[in-house]
Every structure is written in C-alpha cells, then in structure tokens.
Antibody, heavy 124, light 109 residues
C-alpha cells in the first residue's frame, strides 16, 4: 500500500523559506512511472496545484508560483521536497504531497494517492 | 493556462435526491478530467478519472460524463447519502499546469 507523509516546520516567518519533505513508502520515486507533487489549500479555501516532478528530475510548476518554488527528489531516501521562498501570510495553508500515476483506464497521470497534509502558518 | 470553472459554488440537496455538479475547461482537455471529494479535515479522495471511470471502491451512485467537446463535464450523484455531503473538485490532467476548479460544496438542504 502506497503511503505519503509530509513533514516540516509548522511555522515560518514572513520573507523566509518554507521547506517540506514528503516520505514515500510502498513505491519507489525512481521507478520511472509516476510524477510526485505538491498541492496546497489555504484555510477555508480551495485546492491550489503547486507543481510536480518526474523521476528524471524534470519539473512543472504553477505559473503563479514558479518564480518562488522548487521541487526536488532525494532518491536514496525515497523522498521529495518543496521549497517556497519569500513567503507571506498568503502562503499559509495545508500542504499536501501527492502521487500522479497512470491507473487502469487512464490515458494520463492522475493524482491517485494523497498525503494527510500538514498545516504551515506564516507569521512572525 | 487552462482555467477550470465549477458551478454552482454551493448545492443544497436533500438526502436521497440527485445532485448534478458542473465543471468547465477554458479549452479542450480531451477526456483527461478527474473529480475529487474532500470532507472536512481530510485529504481529497479520487472519485472519477478519464471523465467517467470510477476509482477503486467508489460506489455506483457516482457517475461522470462529458459533452464530447472536451470542455464541459458533469459529476452526478444519483441518490445522496449522508456521507456524500462534502466539497467536490475537478482537475484536468491534459496540459501543464494542472489547475483545480474552485470546488462545489454539497450541503444538506
């Protein structure tokens, strides 16, 4: 059973860098089949896609965040990470990591597995 | 960038009734459209993908359809159960980036 678990500081100061890690179990991030990515949800609001990374290291980011966001792989630890620089209060959200996979009957990669999410608050 | 628009924002339905949720893409996403259900305090759960394929374990009362244009999609819940009251999101996975719709909250009438 594939499981994803987010970890990282729950509180970040304005203008600093938010850093989160997603630990994957039950699947290998270097298997070459899946994308790994991040989604966030501000309190009381909808889902916002942040970006994804493929096993090769190729990345795709939200146009509104791409100047501040980096997603990396750590294949020996079977983890991937999110870095978001110059944060403000608007970056306060629950951050989810997720797997995108080709599942039976799909013609493309679908988000099929989500982590439980971790709340990150930006405040001094 | 493709924009995903969901309507209505809130849908009030009585248990046992049918709910119809809409999702529109600003350009064709072919059949690459998924629906997710989110309950308070939980991560989203995949319901439907490839416009109309139910994910593993999803009851048959959930169904998805598309207009054929690749821009208009519908999620139907045929007979709402108490556990179906939640927020539903659509997402296209055809062209980068991969935005979600704004969501439809299905509430008890």
């Amino acid at each position: 059973q594939v499981q994803l678990l987010e970890s990282g500081p729950g509180l970040v100061k304005p203008s600093e860098t938010l850093s989160l890690t997603c630990t994957v179990s039950g699947d290998s991030i270097s298997s070459g089949h899946d994308f790994w990515g991040w989604i966030r949800q501000p309190p009381g609001k909808g889902l916002e896609w942040i970006g994804s990374i493929y096993y090769s290291g190729s990345t795709h980011y939200s146009l509104s965040l791409e100047s501040r966001v980096t997603i990396d792989l750590d294949t020996p630890r079977n983890q991937f990470s999110l870095r978001l620089t110059s944060v403000t209060a608007a970056d306060t959200a629950v951050y989810y990591c997720a797997r995108r996979a080709i599942i039976v009957g799909s013609s493309g990669h679908v988000i099929d597995i989500w982590g439980r999410g971790t709340l990150v608050t930006v405040s001094s | 960038e493709i924009m995903m628009t969901q309507s209505p924002a809130t849908l009030s339905v009585s248990p046992g009734e049918r709910a119809t949720l809409s999702c529109r893409a600003s350009q064709s996403v072919n059949t690459r459209l998924a629906w997710y259900q989110q309950k308070p305090g939980q991560a989203p759960r995949l319901l439907i993908y490839e416009t109309s394929t139910r994910a593993t374990g999803i009851p048959a009362r959930f169904s998805g359809s598309g207009s054929g244009s690749g821009t208009e999609f519908t999620l139907t819940i045929s007979s709402l159960q108490s556990e179906d009251f939640a927020v539903y999101y659509c997402q296209q996975y055809h062209i980068w980036p991969l935005p979600f719709g704004g969501g439809t909250k299905v509430e008890i009438k």
